[in-house]
């Protein structure tokens, strides 16, 4: 008999010391590594009481997706993107949250990644991270179209795609690994990317009232001038640049 839900505090230990050795093993060796028994050792605890809590290795995988992301805080980490006053300052946002969250989970996501073709449990786990990330790309692409703010020529689906794939975890580890970007470098300038390719002027839409920040348009459909707040802070030198060239582009992608 299988326990669903455990009842006791022994229990719950247990669930989680399963969880635990399970994503040890899979940032150490990958997710071939991660096999029933294996995880029985790591946990110190018999195969049969892993099966007692997961009926089989998919189901594991299932719940490991919801272990990561209570141990990393994913809720706590994505409250200020929703709790965002409008969808400009969201997508702010949401490039603080990949710098604060997703640098915590790289290796367990590039292990599913590389595998995912070959290990059906791998291809689970990651189809559940996708989805869940996918949903809160749209969410912030309708935000964006609700508030007549989405820049042309996008769409709320082809807008959400990108914002996607911007989270890929290879481009995030080229950034901060091989590029040796902090992660402070890494918000400010997606930011920064984000704001300058989806976010249009409201001027442009015939939204009333003024923009967030007080940008200037510079272009059909485009903010110009000032980056989200904080971009400039480490690169801003005080060298305000040429005449029509934009500073957030001069500074804040400048070599340090």
């Known amino acids: 008999m299988k ?22 093993l899979i940032e150490e060796a990958g997710f071939e590594a991660a096999t029933m028994a294996a995880v029985a050792d790591r946990a110190g605890v018999s195969r049969r009481a892993v099966y007692l809590h997961f009926g089989s290795r998919p ?11 209570d141990a990393e805080h994913l809720a706590d980490s994505l409250r200020p993107v929703w709790a965002a006053p409008d969808a400009e300052a969201a997508l702010e946002q949401w490039a603080r949250h990949l710098a604060r969250y997703h640098p915590r989970i790289l290796a367990i ?14 291809e689970t786990h990651r189809q559940i991270v996708i989805r869940d990330q996918r949903a809160a790309c749209r969410r912030l692409a309708d935000w964006l179209a609700t508030e007549n703010r989405l820049a042309q020529p996008w769409t709320v689906r082809t807008a959400a795609d990108m914002i996607w794939a911007l989270m890929s975890s290879s481009l995030i580890k080229s950034l901060l690994v091989d590029c040796h970007w902090s992660t402070k470098q890494f918000a400010d300038r ?17 939204v009333r009232g003024s923009s967030r920040s007080g940008r200037l348009a510079d272009g059909p459909g485009r903010q110009r001038g000032r980056a989200p707040s904080g971009a400039l802070g480490e690169a801003d030198g005080g060298d305000h640049g040429k005449p029509g060239q934009d500073r957030a582009g001069v500074h804040l992608f400048a070599e340090q």
């Not at 505090?9 to 399970?22: D, E, G, K, M, N």
């Not at 189901?59 to 272990?67: G, I, K, P, Q, V």
């Not at 930011?191 to 839409?205: E, G, N, R």
């Open 3 to 24: 326990i669903t839900e455990p009842e006791n505090a022994r229990s719950r230990r247990t669930r989680a010391a399963l969880l635990a050795a399970t994503r040890q």
């Open 59 to 69: 189901e594991l995988m299932t719940a490991l997706f919801d272990y990561v992301s």
């Open 109 to 122: 996501d590039l292990a599913a990644e590389r595998v995912r073709q070959a290990d059906p449990d791998a």
């Open 190 to 206: 997606l930011a920064v990317l984000l704001h300058f390719t989806f976010v249009c002027d409201p001027l442009q839409t015939g």
